[in-house]
């Protein structure tokens, strides 16, 4: 490795192993060195768990999801038992990508030569093939991809020996077990490239301090600086902020038909970040996340989606109108944060770029760069 991304692994290390107390944000050349992109690449993103999406947004047998694990393409898909499972996306007679997106589908067509494979990913058909000496259809399936549901989340990984996630986040489920995310029902969901480092986009979405100001029209408004909390033990997958909302807030609090939270619950938001790059906020009454990839050191896959606790969606009066309006607040949030985190990545490429003190709200960036110090191999 070269002295100059050994020197930021270095800084980051000893950011990593001081006091939050103390702690300045990571130097800025973490954000674009190519040889940190690539040690990520191969150190987290091939092997890490990442979230895929919601188990609610394939909810029938055949519904599908794509998704990416560093250069492999996969999706998952609810099997006719309602399992979920993962495959290569590649079909196996000339490499070409089998879906794209979200859909729902009784087999799996390629779009190609039109292999067709079952649920389960075995080959169910091969058009022209009988001719072809020693071929069978039997025998031949999808290379399976290791994925695992929990709390709602579809998870995959490439990584064999990776522990099974369920105990990493056992933690993280006594906190929102009571919030009962998996029964949110999705309404929203897209897909996006911003030109910013993936790093940044986790690290803003971390932290409320920039809220009352770069949100100040939309979320920021009733966002309570000084009622946000953090766990005093640190956890080696995820870190976790809450906060609570008080009664002028239009969101973010209990329905009155909420059975589930009790006290100060019924108006306590947990916001977590599951690393490498889950990022959600789990209300009392909603739900929604940003899961990402790097696409390049200066580009990253954004999935947006956004949830209802049902007996919010029971008391609608207008579902269509009460989503149109929503999904447009959203859009002006995440358009509010891409303005910014674009310009912080242009920014950080500035010759005289100086990594400032981190506020205590920013509690989570210092969680952050001890995740990165640790996978990356400098702690």
């Not at 991809?145 to 522990?163: H, M, N, Q, Y």
């Not at 947006?304 to 579902?319: H, I, N, S, T």
Request: glycine share 6%; net charge neutral; hydrophobic share 40%.
């Amino acid at each position: 490795m070269k002295a100059g991304a050994s020197r930021i692994l270095a800084r980051l290390a000893d950011l990593a192993s001081g006091p939050p107390t103390g702690a300045t944000a990571s130097p800025p050349g973490i954000y674009h060195d190519p040889e940190i992109h690539a040690l990520e690449r191969r150190a987290i993103f091939a092997r890490e768990w990442q979230c895929v999406g919601l188990a609610a947004e394939i909810p029938h047998p055949g519904d599908y999801l794509d998704f990416s694990l560093d250069d492999q393409p996969i999706f998952v898909v609810r099997g006719e038992d309602l399992s979920i499972r993962g495959f290569s996306n590649v079909c196996l007679h000339r490499c070409m990508r089998l879906v794209a997106g979200r859909g729902t589908a009784k087999k799996i067509v390629c779009p190609y030569h039109a292999w067709t494979y079952d649920l389960e990913g075995r080959l169910h058909g091969a058009a022209h093939m009988a001719r072809t000496p020693d071929f069978k259809v039997a025998g031949h399936a999808l290379p399976t991809i290791r994925t695992e549901v929990w709390d709602g989340w579809i998870f995959a990984t490439l990584d064999s020996k990776a522990p099974a996630l369920g105990d990493r986040l056992a933690p993280l489920a006594a906190i929102v077990g009571p919030y009962r995310m998996a029964d949110y029902i999705p309404f929203a969901a897209q897909d996006h490239v911003w030109a910013t480092n993936w790093k940044i986009l986790t690290e803003n979405f971390m932290e409320g301090y920039h809220l009352p100001v770069a949100h100040r029209r939309t979320v920021g408004a009733w966002f309570p600086a000084d009622d946000t909390g953090f766990p005093a033990e640190r956890f080696e997958a995820f870190t976790y902020q809450t906060f609570i909302k008080d009664d002028n807030a239009t969101y973010g609090r209990a329905h009155p038909d909420n059975p589930r939270l009790k006290g100060r619950w019924r108006s306590t938001s947990v916001m977590p970040t599951i690393y490498p790059a889950l990022m959600y906020v789990l209300a009392p009454d909603h739900m929604w996340y940003l899961s990402l990839r790097p696409k390049s050191v200066d580009e990253v896959h954004v999935r947006f989606g956004a949830a209802l606790a049902p007996e919010v969606l029971a008391a609608l009066p207008d579902r269509e109108s009460y989503f149109r309006e929503t999904v447009d607040f959203f859009d002006r949030v995440n358009a509010e944060d891409k303005v910014i985190v674009e310009a912080i990545h242009q920014s950080t490429k500035a010759p005289l770029a100086a990594s400032g003190r981190l506020s205590w709200l920013e509690r989570e960036i210092h969680d952050f760069q001890g995740y990165l110090s640790r996978r990356l191999g400098t702690a």
